[in-house]
C-alpha cells in the first residue's frame, strides 16, 4: 500500500461527495417514482465510505443502477432513515445505531446464501458483530476500529498520551481537538470517571458534562472530518479521533501517532444491513457480496484506511501494514475497549441536552 495514492485519493474525496450528493439530489428530483425500481438499488451511506470508481464498477457489471446518498453521523442516518421520504435497500451505519434498528423491527435477515464472497470475512470480527446482532442474521461488516489520541510528538511526550488525562493538561491549551459527536465526546468523560460509556446514571452524565466543561476553554475545536487534515499540517498538538483518520494523517505527517489511553475506549464497528424498507431485496445482496469481494475490499479499503474484516484483503498486504496498530489495534486494545449500545428515551434526551450545554457554554 502506498501512501502516496492514499493521499492523492484522500485529496479528491470532497469533490466526489460533492458530486454524489448531487447526482442523489437529481434522483429525488427527477428520478423517484419514475424509474423501474426492480433495476435499481438505493443505498444510504456514511460520506466518503466508499469508492466511487466501485459503484460506478457494479452498474457496470450487473447492469443495475445505484442510487446513492450520504450522511455524515449515526444519529444523522437514523434521522433520515425514519423521515421514510426514501426507501432504502440497503444501508451502513455504526453497531449501537444498528442495533436500535434491530429492536425496533425496522431490518431484514439477510440470505447469506446469496453472498458466497461473505467468507471473505474473518470470523472474528463477525463474533464482534454479536455484541448489536445476536445471532449475527441482520448485519455485514465493513469496518471497525478505535477511538483514541492523535498527537504530534514534536510537541507531545508520547509518555503523556496512554492516558485520557492528557487531554485537560493547561500546558496544551488552544492545541486540542475534540470530536463533534455527543457520545464520542462525552465517552473520554465517561472513561475518567471509570464509568460504562454505555451510563444511564444521570448524576454520572452530570459530572462527565462538569469535567467536559473544565476542559472546554483549552479545546481548539470540534471537528469531525477535518480534524486529520488539521493535524497533519501542525495546527494542533493533539486530538480525539478514530483510528482510521488517525492512519491517514500519520500518513501525511511522519511525526503523529496513535494512542488508545489505558483508562479505554469505543470499539466500535460500521456494519451493512438490508432495512425493511427495502424494495430490492436480489439487488441489496447482490451489492452486499460485491463489497465482500477482494478487488472491491481492496480497492476500498485504500480509499478509507479503515481497519477490514476481510481477511482476503489482510491476507495481501505488506506485513508492515498488517502491524500497523493504528490501523489493526492489537486484541488488548479491543479487549480495553466498549461497544456503544442504544440508550433508552430519556438518556437521549438528556444527552441531548447535556451536549446543547457545552456547545453554548
Not at 74 to 87: D, F, L, N
Not at 125 to 144: A, E, G, S, V
Not at 218 to 240: K, P, R, S
Not at 258 to 275: C, L, Q, R, Y
Request: contains cysteine; charged residues 25%; aromatic residues 14%.
Amino acid at each position: 500500500m502506498k501512501t502516496n495514492l492514499r493521499s492523492a485519493v484522500h485529496l479528491s474525496r470532497k469533490w466526489t461527495s460533492i458530486l454524489l450528493i448531487i447526482s442523489f439530489s437529481a434522483f429525488l428530483l427527477y428520478g423517484c417514482g419514475s424509474e423501474d425500481a426492480s433495476n435499481t438499488v438505493v443505498i444510504l451511506n456514511y460520506g466518503k465510505y466508499f469508492d466511487p470508481e466501485m459503484l460506478d464498477q457494479f452498474e457496470e457489471e450487473t447492469g443495475i443502477t445505484v442510487k446513492y446518498e450520504e450522511y455524515e453521523s449515526p444519529e444523522e442516518m437514523y434521522a433520515k432513515y425514519k423521515a421514510g421520504s426514501i426507501r432504502y435497500d440497503v444501508a451502513c451505519t455504526s453497531d449501537y445505531i444498528i442495533q436500535k434498528l434491530i429492536q425496533e423491527g425496522e431490518t431484514l435477515e439477510i440470505d447469506f446464501d446469496n453472498i458466497p464472497e461473505y467468507s471473505n470475512i474473518d470470523p472474528k470480527y463477525i463474533d464482534y458483530c454479536k455484541n448489536f446482532d445476536t445471532d449475527n442474521r441482520y448485519t455485514l461488516p465493513y469496518f471497525f476500529g478505535t477511538v483514541g489520541i492523535l498527537y504530534n510528538t514534536t510537541m507531545v511526550d508520547p509518555a503523556e498520551t496512554d492516558t485520557w488525562n492528557v487531554l485537560w493538561d493547561e500546558k496544551y491549551s488552544g492545541q486540542i481537538i475534540m470530536e463533534n459527536s455527543v457520545r464520542d465526546t462525552y465517552m473520554v468523560a465517561q472513561k475518567l470517571l471509570g464509568a460504562s460509556c454505555n451510563t444511564t446514571d444521570l448524576d454520572l452524565l452530570d459530572r462527565s458534562l462538569d469535567l467536559l466543561l473544565e476542559q472546554k476553554p483549552l479545546v481548539q475545536a470540534y471537528l469531525t472530518d477535518e480534524t486529520a487534515d488539521h493535524m497533519a499540517i501542525g495546527n494542533a498538538a493533539l486530538a480525539e479521533v478514530y483510528s482510521g483518520e488517525a492512519a491517514y494523517a500519520e500518513s501525511m505527517n511522519e511525526n503523529l501517532a496513535f494512542s488508545v489511553p489505558k483508562e479505554g475506549s469505543n470499539m466500535w464497528v460500521d456494519a451493512w444491513f438490508i432495512p425493511k424498507t427495502c424494495r430490492n431485496k436480489k439487488n441489496a445482496e447482490l451489492f452486499l457480496n460485491y463489497l465482500c469481494r477482494p478487488d472491491v475490499a481492496m480497492v476500498n479499503f485504500d480509499y478509507v484506511y479503515y481497519a477490514t474484516p476481510n481477511k482476503a484483503v489482510f491476507d495481501q498486504l505488506d506485513e508492515e501494514l498488517q502491524q500497523d496498530e493504528t490501523i489493526f489495534p492489537s486484541d488488548e486494545t479491543l479487549n480495553n475497549c466498549e461497544f456503544f449500545k442504544p440508550l433508552d428515551e430519556i438518556t437521549t434526551n438528556y444527552y441531548t441536552e447535556l451536549w446543547e450545554a457545552l456547545k453554548s457554554y
